[in-house]
């Protein structure tokens, strides 16, 4: 069965850097484009990036773009998100979500969350 | 940027009520919408797509409709399990967004 597995929240100070890390499992997951998709507490979803499933394209929500980068390691059924810069507006539950097919960008499946806190 | 603006933010309904849920668009998303179902400490459940068609499992209760700006999502007959907050987003512009959300609670 599908499975995403997130790691790498924490606390972090204003200004500092962290990346996400996200497990891929139970799908060819170099067939399908990822998003992250954040939730600050008590707050609704706001979608944040989305890599296509060969790398050849990205793209990004206006508030973490020049700041944030997505990548991918299909070798490793691994996706990344590079958090720079990190404000304490950044401050969310980051999940990591599969498309449900290519160009159709609905999300069918969902990690858990990691929870990113940015505090000094 | 597209805004999806839900309403009511709060719907109070007992088991066994039909539940409607709106969702509007600040320009038309054809019919690009997707409805989502969170329950606390959960992530996100894909309930419905292009606006009509349900998602792998999702029982025949919910159903969506709608096209252009205005889109509703109706469960028939509300049981235990559909108390919780739900949220359209739309796929027909960049950047991807999704509604404020509406919470179905016990009455």
């Known amino acids: 069965q599908v499975h995403l597995v997130e790691s790498g929240g924490g606390v972090v100070q204003p200004g500092r850097s962290l990346r996400l890390t996200c497990a891929a499992s139970?799908?060819?997951?170099?067939?399908?484009?990822m998003h992250w998709v954040r939730q600050a507490p008590g707050k609704g979803l706001e979608w944040v990036a989305v890599?296509?499933?060969?790398?050849?394209?990205?793209n990004y929500a206006d508030s973490v773009k020049g700041r944030f980068t997505i990548a991918r390691d299909n070798s490793k059924n691994t996706l990344y998100l590079q958090m720079n810069s990190l404000r304490a507006e950044d401050t969310a539950v980051y999940y990591c979500?599969?498309?449900?097919?290519?160009?159709?960008?609905?999300?069918?499946?969902w990690g858990q969350g990691t929870l990113v806190t940015v505090s000094s | 940027e597209i805004v999806l603006t839900q309403s009511p933010a709060t719907l109070s309904l007992s088991p066994g009520e039909r539940a409607t849920l709106s969702c509007r668009a600040s320009?038309?998303?054809?019919?690009?919408l997707a409805w989502y179902q969170q329950k606390p400490g959960q992530a996100p459940r894909l309930l419905m797509y292009?606006?009509?068609n349900r998602a792998t499992g999702i029982p025949a209760r919910f159903s969506g409709s709608g096209s252009g700006t205005d889109f509703t999502l109706t469960i028939s007959s509300l049981e235990p399990e559909d108390f919780a907050v739900y949220y359209c987003?739309?796929?027909?512009?960049?950047?991807?967004?999704f509604g404020g959300g509406t919470k179905v609670e016990i009455k």
């Open positions: 320009q038309s998303v054809s019919s690009y």
């Open positions: 139970g799908f060819i997951f170099s067939s399908y484009g």
């Open positions: 890599i296509w499933y060969d790398r050849s394209n990205e």
């Open positions: 292009d606006a009509s």
């Open positions: 979500a599969r498309e449900r097919r290519t160009n159709m960008y609905y999300f069918d499946y």
């Open positions: 987003q739309q796929r027909n512009n960049w950047p991807l967004t």
